[in-house]
């Protein structure tokens, strides 16, 4: 079975553009939430996506945002990027959503570099 | 204070050693948490989680939740140059029971 699978895997944006990231969950799972992890730090929450509606949204400024389609795919809209972005962007797929013992299963990521 | 506090090493053992990694927390309704790990340039893997106080062992790996204490780590007994990673604790939080992590732990594994 496939894994979690993004979209691209690396980018290189210039200050000011906007990006979209894309990640489509394991077969099964209805959830998709989105990370973003600096260098030398654990993974931020940005977003989680349940059966098409936000559930969750972490301290990001409204230059973030996100969607979930009818397939539980799912992309992520960066606007007006800025230097401090640069990071790894993770997408995490589990079945449902909340519970303390939903396993979350991380895609591969996708380096974003702005330049 | 944060709200998961881990070791950031790095944190060097010799190939068939244990290694122990620690992890606290502040969040005392925190129920279960997770071990990723994360090799240089890889996106995190999951590798154990618990949600009850005492061990849980898979193999190699015996993750140790104390609730009272607020403290939860995670021991790799004959470790292997290929343990070498950056092992991550996590905990669901918030409405949507999101994970916070905390910021790592190196770990090399010395041949």
């Known amino acids: 079975d496939a894994g979690v699978t993004q979209s691209p895997t690396h980018l290189i944006k210039t200050r000011g553009q906007h990006v979209t990231l894309r990640c489509s969950p394991i077969s099964g799972h209805k959830s998709v939430s989105w990370y973003q992890q600096v260098l030398g730090q654990g993974p931020q929450f940005i977003f989680q996506y349940y059966e098409k509606e936000e559930r969750g949204r972490g301290n990001f400024p409204d230059r973030f945002s996100a969607r979930q389609f009818p397939n539980y795919s799912s992309e992520l809209n960066v606007n007006a990027l800025l230097l401090g972005d640069s990071a790894l962007y993770l997408c995490?797929?589990?079945?449902?959503?909340?519970?303390?013992?939903?396993?979350?299963?991380f895609g591969p990521g996708t380096r974003l570099t702005v330049l | 204070q944060k709200e998961v506090e881990q070791n950031s090493g790095p944190l060097s053992v010799p190939e068939g050693a244990i290694a122990s990694l620690n992890c606290t927390y502040s969040?005392?309704?925190?129920?279960?948490f997770f071990w990723y790990r994360q090799y240089s340039g890889k996106s995190p893997e999951l590798i154990m989680f618990i949600y009850s106080n005492g061990d849980k062992e898979d193999g190699r790996f015996t993750a140790q939740l104390n609730k009272a204490s607020q403290y939860v780590s995670l021991l790799i007994r004959d470790s292997q140059p290929s343990d070498s990673a950056t092992y991550l604790c996590?905990?669901?939080?918030?409405?949507?029971?999101?994970?916070?992590f905390g910021s790592g732990t190196q770990l090399t594994v010395l041949p």
């Open positions: 969040d005392r309704g925190s129920q279960s």
């Open positions: 995490a797929s589990s079945m449902t959503t909340g519970g303390s013992h939903n396993e979350q299963f």
């Open positions: 996590a905990f669901p939080s918030g409405s949507a029971r999101q994970l916070t």
